[in-house]
């Protein structure tokens, strides 16, 4: 079936503008993650959907950063006025099933890589 | 906390020989998983092999193996029957479900196969 997908694949901003970027899941799979990637930080985690329950918000790095999911599938992550150490790949990732055995394997999507000039 | 860490930035293999990749990790907890991924130039990470901490078998996929060490707190990757497009990037990374789930991961390791 369909993997995880992301769009766009790739966004040039200015500084100091808002982006989104979205991410699809695959059918069916209930957990979804964002993570970045950058080259200074390596892979970090920003946040984790499960279901109907309260997000995990840990890891976003500031108030400028939130994501919603609506309808427990599509998710869209937001980045307000957008600074040049936001640059990175933001990577989506879904799992089937957070709490079970091998359906904790997260499958990711190909990515958005965002550049703020 | 959970902590990943690949010691090896870079490393090169000729095409059919073996390669072993490294991580040790650090933590408190009993019940873990533990996974491999792989990052080639397209940027899609692609799952190779995962360990559950409770298995003392080490997991195996095809050319792929893990050796687990639980005591050492070593989870290393062979690749046997090097191939050219094994180059990518290799990523450990570490999951607790008391931790919520989210991966923890190594700083990578850049693997050249070359021919």
């Known amino acids: 079936g369909a993997g995880v997908s992301q769009s766009p694949s790739n966004k040039v901003t200015e500084k100091g503008k808002d982006v989104e970027l979205r991410c699809d899941p695959i059918?069916?799979?209930?957990?979804l993650y964002w993570y970045r990637q950058s080259l200074g930080q390596g892979l970090e985690f920003l946040i984790y959907?499960?279901?109907?329950?309260?997000?995990?918000k840990s890891g976003l790095p500031s108030d400028r950063f939130s994501a919603e999911r609506t309808g427990g599938s599509v998710s869209t992550l937001t980045i307000q006025r957008t600074q040049q150490e936001d640059s990175a790949v933001y990577l989506c990732?879904?799992?089937?099933?957070?709490?079970?055995?091998?359906?904790?394997?997260?499958?990711f999507g190909p990515g958005t890589r965002l550049t703020v000039l | 906390a959970q902590t990943v860490t690949q010691s090896q930035p870079e490393m090169s293999v000729q095409e059919a020989e073996t390669v072993t990749l490294s991580c040790t990790y650090d933590?408190?907890?009993?019940?873990?998983?533990l996974f491999w991924y792989k990052q080639p130039p397209s940027r899609q990470m692609i799952l190779v092999i995962r360990?559950?901490?409770?298995?003392?078998q080490n997991a195996t996929e095809n050319r792929f193996s893990v050796n687990f060490q639980k005591a050492a707190k070593s989870f290393s990757l062979k690749i046997s029957d090097s191939q050219l497009g094994d180059t990518a990037m290799y990523f450990c990374?570490?999951?607790?479900?008391?931790?919520?789930?989210?991966?923890?991961f190594g700083g990578g390791t850049r693997l050249m196969v070359k021919p």
């Open positions: 990732a879904s799992s089937l099933l957070a709490g079970t055995s091998s359906t904790d394997t997260q499958y």
């Open positions: 059918s069916g799979h209930t957990a």
């Open positions: 959907f499960q279901g109907n329950s309260a997000p995990d």
């Open positions: 933590t408190s907890e009993s019940n873990y998983y």
């Open positions: 360990q559950e901490a409770y298995k003392q």
């Open positions: 990374a570490f999951m607790t479900r008391r931790a919520g789930n989210m991966l923890t």
